[in-house]
Nanobody
Framework: QVQVVESGGGLVQPGGSLRLSCAASGFTLDYASIGWFRQAPGKEREQVSCISYSDGKIWYRDSVKGRFTTSTDDSKLTVFLQMTSLTPEDTAVYYC????????????????WGQGTHVTVSS
């Protein structure tokens, strides 16, 4: 059973950092992609970053480039989203999701979603 579980959210001051984790299980990684999304109050969900295991490519949306970094642990079963220089505009529920289609990870619909983890950036 495919499962992705996020953790690591919390309250952080502007300018601070936070690392989110996405624990993946129940599938092989060969053609998998893991995406990070967020949904701020009153706004549509947007994709923040993603990683394609087939070629190792990582994508970021422009607003987080240089501030957010996606990486994996040695097993590649945990995906991290390291967030730095956080601003109140980064406040949102962050989700990770998995998909197995052989197309660029930023174009995927994503079939499997975690429950989300709250990130609040406030002084």
């Amino acid at each position: 059973q495919v499962q992705v579980v996020e953790s690591g959210g919390g309250l952080v001051q502007p300018g601070g950092s936070l690392r989110l984790s996405c624990a993946a299980s129940g599938f092989t990684l060969d053609y998998a992609s893991i995406g990070w999304f967020r949904q701020a109050p009153g706004k549509e969900r947007e994709q923040v970053s993603c990683i394609s295991y087939s070629d190792g490519k990582i994508w970021y949306r422009d607003s987080v480039k240089g501030r957010f970094t996606t990486s994996t642990d040695d097993s590649k079963l945990t995906v991290f989203l390291q967030m730095t220089s956080l601003t109140p505009e980064d406040t949102a529920v962050y989700y990770c999701a998995a998909d197995f289609s052989p197309i660029p990870c930023y174009n995927l619909a994503y079939d499997y979603w975690g429950q989300g983890t709250h990130v609040t950036v406030s002084s």
